[in-house]
């Protein structure tokens, strides 16, 4: 049976509705459900769903500017450390809250990506990949030299925490309420950083930072500052990494040196990928494939969650902690070759199995046919998408 | 600005002796030469006012040493750089594979060490050449995205493989340079340099000789050079781009390998998976200096760099050794908010 | 058997059809010149032989398919192609440009064919250790012209050579080809959107439109016909 719609109609827009209350829905009902027991514990599995979230828009800070300047960064676990260090400094030295700690953590990761994009002002090309593999691995370095603020390799914590307050009638004592409150607030965070990329790839600079990236002269030519908003888009993704290490300190408060280096952005990366290159919904699917398989590689070979397989060969062999590694590494290039779209493509591939959605009557199509609309979400980067790994014209 | 004052300088038609050096200097920006040096100068001689002549031709010396192994790397980055347009964020993890082969070759095979070192050099080689072939020759060059992914795809591996093998505790590499303890050094002028440290500047030297002259003087070399210049041309006059790409992978990787064992032959440093993570920071700053696309800048970029680090971390105390490669990365910025094309960038002349 | 032979050539970029079934043939020792106003598919005709864009339909030289071989492949087998733009190697030496340009033969000294065109080129001459990205404009097409023929080609296509060059300059230009024409002997598929030096040169001439051969016949034959004086030569 296939379904067939055209854009725009009752019936496309009754689909987009139903997708989308189901999306909610499922995001709603995670800190309720249980997973078998290779996920770990009940409180371990919510912490991993709540961690999620924070890769999902660290991973959708990094794919902003993948989409919007075609140049990937392996540094950008530097700003998902700065933005930690905000959260837990703040918090555990100077006795802010959380909330407090939010938009400074944005702010200052911006304001930092801004000032080392600027050479990217007067410089094309390699720079900012250039500069920010120094930046991942100076970070580190950075966080022992100053060891007295950030606590250096012992790494730092903070005993407070978000608490439910009483409206929620969550019970701050519970075992799962608090982390379930976690979750919403972090949920209601990821959720706004999403309409706000969303909202920046489609407004007028949005756009003419895609038309830009594809063509540069013709940018330029029409009168659009190009160097100016490579900067601003640096500073914003930036901004999203730093947004993603508050949330990942509101998780879990406990940030050390090791936790922000480069294999970190390289997690990133490897999630960006297998999700979708330069998309906004491939953030989330790719944010749960890297967290749930390291989480798994960590319950199969610590010895003392060896569970019902006993992989104790594994467990007790000092260099194991290389095997994520090599999986990451294996399943990006599998996806480089096989699914180069990511998830989303392969998902937009599955569901054009079942459904058809016609762009327009083909006679409005060929009034204005760059005007196709963006419906679920808001891939004009993709549809633009060019230099990018496939060409991921149709939307899911 | 600074860009069109050098274009104009270099249709000045050279003549008379010395040409071709005078043209090579137009061509890689006098003014950053000059600048370079000049800056070179003063702070050199601060220092020496600081703390004495000789302590500052001993770190002079040191930072040589440093300097040639940044040079060594960053050749291997800008060689695939300037071919393929992408930087290969494998190249340092594919350097410290390769030189725990040389240690499993010399230490648990008890193979003489240079022979270990061209044995590893060669697989390394030979494993570019095939993952090349396999990884990279699939997709359309002019597309950098999917080939930079990969190389990333490829450090995760690499590391991760190592890692498993060889856990994370360091191994002492064997010094390829005599190490006897106490004769183990010369005398220059007051300063003492090591073996090791002599060792390091002539095999780089040599590497750095022999690169160049296969460049400039074999069919491979030129097709090489006419790929990294022209993609589309090099087509049409038939050349067959994917081998010669796969030469240039080859040859990085070699480089790669033969700095990796130099950096361990420096006794205070050890082999474990990270070790290359720092150098190959200090070369990235090197290419960037150098302006990425030049080999002569390269050189030069390394060898500077390795004069900032020691000349930082020797002096300038407020800094101290553990933010040298903040440090670094700040002047970075800082060079090229002022000279975007790198202090050595070619300045391109392209008429119409 | 003609050298070159197209027949039922269609191309595309992307979605985008641009040539929409061409006709072609090029006889050995002769010069064929497609004339066409800009966008007309010109270049897209003659990058179509070397297969740098996609193709259906058939294009064979020397009796041999070329549709599905590599562009450098095709270089190999003798079509030396001048593209539009120039295409010369700016980082390298006008020497160098010819030595890589000479990368199908098999010799190992070229000094003599070095001399030879830079006896047909004077101003190469003076520049030959200079990086042919610092040359002018008109010295970079002879210098792409002078690069292709050290392939000894036995196919030369020349795409628009006269663009953006001054009168002058491409009145020399011209000259220098029609000399390479009677003393090498070389085939040549000339594309230009200058009529009148392209017939100065041609035996075979072809005028596209839209993607499609619009008119075709010998050099004089069209020179003498009123569309084509009136479209291309402006009399
Ligand atoms: N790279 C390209 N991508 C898409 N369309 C192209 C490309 N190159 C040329 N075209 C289109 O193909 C048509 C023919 O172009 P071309 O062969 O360059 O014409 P000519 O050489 O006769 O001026 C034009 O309409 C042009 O817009
Ligand atoms: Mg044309």
Redesign the pocket.
């Given at each position: 049976m296939r379904l067939s719609l055209i854009q725009g109609t009752k019936q496309h827009r009754a689909y987009l509705v139903g997708a989308w209350a189901f999306a909610a829905l499922v995001l709603i009902l995670v800190p309720f459900v249980r997973l078998p027991w290779i996920f770990g514990n009940p409180t371990g599995q919510l912490q991993n769903w709540t961690r999620t979230l924070a890769f999902a828009v660290a991973i959708l800070g990094l794919n902003l500017l993948i989409g919007f300047s075609g140049q990937i960064s392996i540094g950008h676990s530097a700003f998902v450390g700065l933005g930690a260090y905000v959260a837990v400094i703040t918090v555990a030295d100077h006795h802010w809250s959380y909330f407090a700690a939010l938009p400074v953590a944005f702010v200052l990761c911006f304001v930092v990506g801004c000032v080392v994009g600027l050479p990217a002002l007067r410089i094309k090309g390699l720079y900012l990949v250039v500069v920010t593999f120094a930046i991942g691995i100076v970070f580190p370095t950075l966080v022992i030299r100053y060891e007295t603020i950030t606590g250096g390799a012992n790494g730092k914590g903070v005993t407070s925490t978000i608490a439910p307050p009483t409206w929620t009638s969550l019970d701050p004592r519970d075992r799962m309420d608090p982390l379930r409150y976690r979750y919403f607030v972090l949920l209601i965070v990821a959720v706004v950083m999403f309409v706000l990329a969303r909202n920046i790839i489609k407004s007028r600079a949005g756009r003419a930072m895609v038309a830009q990236r594809d063509n540069p002269t013709a940018a330029a030519i029409n009168g659009i500052s190009v160097p100016i908003n490579k900067v601003i888009i640096f500073g914003l993704s930036a901004g999203f990494c730093g947004v993603a290490g508050w949330m990942l300190m509101v998780n879990q408060p406990f940030a050390s040196d090791i936790s922000f280096s480069v294999q970190l952005s390289i997690t990133l990366i490897i999630g960006l990928v297998l999700g979708g290159v330069a998309t906004v919904s491939g953030a989330i699917p790719g944010a749960i494939v890297v967290v749930v398989i390291s989480h798994l590689f960590e319950q199969l070979t610590d010895a003392k969650k060896l569970g019902p397989l006993r992989m104790t060969w594994l467990a007790s062999r000092p260099g194991r902690g290389g095997i994520v590694s090599m999986v990451f590494g294996a399943l990006l290039l599998i996806f480089v070759f096989v699914l180069p779209g990511g998830f989303i493509d392969g998902l937009r591939k599955l569901r054009a199995k079942f459904v058809t959605i016609t762009t327009r009557p083909a006679w409005l199509a060929s009034i204005n046919p760059s005007h196709s609309v963006p419906a679920l979400e808001a891939s004009v980067v993709a549809t633009a998408a060019s230099p990018v790994l496939a060409d991921n014209s149709t939307i899911l | 600005m600074t860009t069109a004052l050098d274009a104009t300088s270099v249709s000045i038609e050279p003549f008379g002796i010395g040409r071709k050096i005078r043209r090579r200097l137009e061509e890689i920006g006098i003014r950053g030469v000059a600048v370079t040096a000049g800056v070179f100068v003063v702070l050199s001689l601060t220092f020496v006012a600081m703390d004495g002549l000789k302590l500052y031709w001993q770190r002079f010396l040191d930072g040589l040493a440093n300097g040639f192994i940044y040079a060594a790397v960053a050749l291997a980055l800008v060689l695939i750089y300037k071919a393929t347009g992408i930087i290969n964020f494998a190249q340092g993890s594919m350097a410290m594979f390769f030189t725990f082969i040389a240690w499993v070759l010399s230490r648990q095979q008890s193979w003489p060490v240079w022979l270990a070192i061209l044995t590893a050099m060669l697989l390394s080689s030979v494993f570019a050449s095939g993952f090349e072939r396999v990884f990279i020759r699939p997709f359309d060059p002019a597309n950098h995205l999917p080939i930079t992914i990969v190389t990333i795809a490829l450090l995760s591996l690499i590391d991760g493989t190592a890692i498993y093998v060889w856990f994370a505790d360091p191994k002492a590499f064997p010094s390829p340079f005599p190490s006897k303890p106490r004769q183990d050094y010369v005398d220059i002028f007051g300063a003492r340099v090591f073996y090791a440290t002599l060792g390091i500047w002539i095999t780089v030297i040599l590497m750095t000789i022999g690169v160049t002259l296969l460049l400039n003087r074999t069919k491979i070399g030129l097709a090489f050079r006419a790929v990294s210049s022209n993609l589309e041309s090099s087509r049409l006059v038939g050349v067959n781009v994917g081998r010669t790409l796969q030469f240039g992978w080859a040859l990085a990787a070699a480089i790669g390998t033969l700095a990796g064992c130099l950096v361990l032959s420096d006794s205070r440093t050890y082999l474990e998976p990270s070790f290359m993570a720092k150098s190959l920071v200090f070369a990235f700053a090197a290419a960037t200096i150098g302006g990425l696309d030049s080999l002569v800048g390269a050189v030069v970029g390394g060898l500077l760099v390795g004069q900032m680090q020691t000349m930082i971390g020797g002096y300038v105390h407020f800094i101290g050794s553990d933010l040298v490669l903040a440090t670094t990365l700040a002047i970075i910025i800082i060079v090229l908010l002022v000279r975007p094309s790198g202090l050595f960038g070619k300045v391109r002349v392209e008429r119409v | 058997m003609s050298l070159l032979e197209i027949g039922g050539l269609t191309a595309s970029?992307?979605p985008?059809q641009?040539?929409h079934g061409i006709d072609l043939h090029v006889e050995e020792g002769e010069v064929a010149v497609v004339l066409?106003?800009?966008?007309?598919?010109?270049?897209?005709?003659?990058?179509s032989i070397c297969q740098m864009?996609s193709t259906k339909g058939s294009i064979t030289f020397q009796g041999q398919s070329l549709t599905g071989k590599s562009t450098s492949e095709i270089a190999r087998m003798g079509v030396a192609h001048v593209p539009?733009g120039r295409g010369t190697f700016a980082d390298l030496t006008v020497v160098e440009n010819l030595e890589v340009g000479a990368f199908r033969r098999k010799e190992k000294n070229f000094s003599s064919d070095y001399d030879f065109w830079f006896g047909i080129f004077p101003r190469l001459a003076e520049r030959r250790a200079q990086l042919a990205g610092s040359l002018s404009g008109g010295e970079q097409q002879m210098l792409a012209v002078a690069r292709a023929m050290m392939s000894k080609p036995t196919l030369l296509l020349l795409?628009?050579p006269s663009l953006g060059l001054a009168p002058i300059i491409v009145q020399d230009l011209f000259q220098r080809l029609r000399t390479i024409k009677d003393e090498q002997g070389v085939t040549m598929l000339v594309?230009e959107?200058n009529a009148s030096l392209a017939f100065s040169i041609a035996n075979r001439a072809y005028v596209?439109e839209a993607?499609a051969i619009a008119l075709s016949g010998s050099a004089d034959e069209l020179k003498n016909d009123d569309a084509v004086r009136k479209a291309y030569l402006g009399y």
């Open positions: - | - | 970029y992307g985008v641009v040539l066409g106003a800009n966008g007309a598919g010109k270049t897209t005709t003659i990058r864009v539009q795409d628009e594309v959107q596209l993607g």
